[in-house]
């Protein structure tokens, strides 16, 4: 990578910083990238390198123990993603039997009355299913405005106090 292009890159990621106060001229140095499929591979890579080609390379970052922390941290919280999931998933629906069964109760009167008129099953449930559809797409709505405006507010404050953690503004992705 040309650190004329490395530089530039890093300005456009790290846009909240602002370093012409501090840095005169471009302090990277030309670089080469390599990705591995296999964070194990690392400290073999590295010592490849340092033996094949020393007379080009002028230090290699040793990044195995960084490799090995990311790679547990990602592991930690994909485990810990997913029992989030489940059990958010479980409490939801204990939520939302426990809600209809209290509404049919609140209401059984209602439809004692309308059963003894001689109203059927499809017409007492129609209108629980409508209230239903219309709460959940108000409710839906507006969790989705909560969450978009507390996820810009919170992104916000921590690009101000960590400007060099990546997190994403995009629309698209988001």
């Known amino acids: 990578i040309d ?3 490395a530089w530039n890159k890093f300005k456009s990621n790290f846009r909240n910083l ?14 080469f990238r390599v990705y591995l499929s296999d964070n194990s591979q690392t400290d073999k ?17 040793q990044m195995s123990n960084v490799a090995s922390k990311i790679s547990l941290f990602s ?4 485990i810990g993603g997913l029992t989030l999931v489940i059990l958010l998933t479980l409490a939801t629906l204990l939520i939302i ?15 004692t009355i309308m059963q003894l008129v001689g109203a059927t099953n499809s017409f007492i449930k129609i209108p629980f299913i409508i209230e239903g559809g219309i709460m959940g797409s108000v409710a839906s709505i ?11 507010f919170v992104a916000l404050k921590i690009q101000e106090q960590l400007p060099f953690f990546p997190i994403v503004f995009d629309p698209m992705l988001l």
């Open 3 to 5: 650190k004329d292009t």
């Open 142 to 152: 507006l969790a989705f405005a909560f969450l978009k405006v507390g996820y810009l």
């Open 18 to 31: 602002d370093l012409s106060d501090m840095i005169d001229n471009n302090p990277l140095p030309h670089s």
């Open 75 to 78: 592991r930690f919280t994909r």
């Open 97 to 111: 039997i426990n809600t209809i069964r209290l509404t049919v109760i609140a209401r059984q009167d209602e439809i």
């Open 45 to 61: 890579l590295s010592t490849y390198l340092k033996n094949g080609f020393s007379k080009y390379v002028e230090d290699i970052g």
